[in-house]
């Protein structure tokens, strides 16, 4: 079965500080994995996509990492900001058959940055 | 550019109404996607279509939801009638291929009673 699990549920750190949300997916065939940021009340935004030539991918003060023999990525925020307040979503597509992808979201992680 | 556009963004209504969303994806993109997001959970695939067809509809409770994408351009998500377990946020996204990049409405979240 085709599965993105995350870790942890939710987390809540100090402003300025550094934090890392985990991944596990068992998607196959996997041809990149995606994260993205969702403010509470609005739509998911692409943060990074990452393909399977990839192990490290920044995006300002997000990085993310990936494992593609363990299945497993990461997202890491620097210098936490209070607007990093959010559920942070890794996505991973799988091959559906007739030349098409679909996309298998996790529950995601809800970040809490308090000053 | 503007984004993907949906409307309405609130809507309340009682159990076994009728209700409908619209959507206007980027320009330009072929693949558009309904989701619906529970609260504290992923997004979860109703119905994508390529252009105007309707390419992965397993998901979709075919018994009270429809949609339609004429034209291949924006789309309408209807639910009739509503139940209370159908309140959720209905999220729309657009890709320039189905391999591409998503990106979403802000959503539409309703409300049965």
């Known amino acids: 079965k085709n599965q993105v699990e995350q870790s942890p549920q939710s987390l809540i750190i100090l402003e300025g500080k550094n934090c890392t949300l985990q991944?596990?997916?068992?998607?196959?065939?996997?041809?990149?994995l995606r994260w993205y940021k969702q403010d509470t009340g609005r739509g998911p935004v692409s943060l990074t996509i990452m393909t399977f030539s990839e192990n490290t991918k920044s995006n300002g003060r997000y990085t993310a990492t990936l494992d593609a023999d363990t299945k497993q990525s990461s997202l890491h925020i620097t210098a936490s900001q209070l607007s990093d307040s959010a559920s942070y979503i890794c996505v991973a597509p799988f091959y559906s058959g007739a030349g098409s992808y679909q996309l298998t979201f996790g529950k995601g992680t809800k970040l809490s940055v308090i000053p | 550019e503007a984004g993907v556009v949906q409307s309405p963004r609130y809507k309340i209504i009682e159990k076994k109404q009728p209700v409908a969303f619209w959507c206007n994806p980027i320009?330009?993109?072929?693949?558009l996607y309904w989701y619906r997001q529970n609260l504290g959970q992923g997004p979860e695939l109703l119905i994508r279509?390529?252009?105007?067809?309707?390419?992965?509809d397993s998901q979709l409770p075919k018994d009270r939801f429809s949609a339609e994408r004429l034209k291949g351009v924006d789309s309408t998500l209807k639910i009739q009638p509503a139940e209370l377990g159908d309140s959720a946020v209905y999220l729309c996204?657009?890709?320039?291929?189905?391999?591409?990049?998503?990106?979403f409405g802000e959503g539409s979240r309703l409300t049965v009673l």
């Open positions: 996204a657009s890709s320039l291929l189905n391999t591409g990049e998503l990106f």
């Open positions: 991944c596990n997916y068992t998607v196959s065939p996997f041809s990149n």
């Open positions: 279509y390529e252009n105007e067809e309707a390419v992965d």
């Open positions: 320009s330009g993109h072929n693949t």
